[in-house]
């Protein structure tokens, strides 16, 4: 019981740590590397509320799409794509959950 709560402490200061040691963490690097690897200047991202895990795909130029699951929440994956200069926003649609992610262009 003690070790679990050491756990949920834990987590709770995770989530609370500052930008740069969330950006170092195994899942920010997992993000970083599919991003890079497919080459693709359009993401969508999606996770349910709560969820300790999103979808991250990547849209090909041939229309498919390519995902990964990756190990953060959906709020935290969003940060994580706009550190990486992308701009992400809602669709239209209000009855869509996932989160559009354009790559922008370096001047």
Do not use: W, Y
């Not at 690897?37 to 993401?43: M, R, Y």
């Amino acid at each position: 019981m003690l070790q679990r709560n050491a756990n949920h402490e834990h987590n709770m200061s995770g989530a609370s740590s500052n930008l740069t040691d969330r950006m170092n963490s195994p899942a920010h690097e997992s993000t970083r590397q599919f991003v890079a690897q497919s080459g693709a200047a359009i993401f969508t991202l999606d996770g349910e509320r709560g969820s300790a895990k999103s979808q991250l795909c990547a849209q090909m130029s041939d229309g498919r799409m390519n995902c990964t699951e990756i190990a953060l929440e959906a709020k935290s994956l969003f940060s994580t794509m706009q550190s990486l200069n992308f701009f992400c926003t809602l669709p239209q649609d209000p009855s869509k959950t996932h989160i559009n992610c354009q790559r922008i262009p370096s001047a």
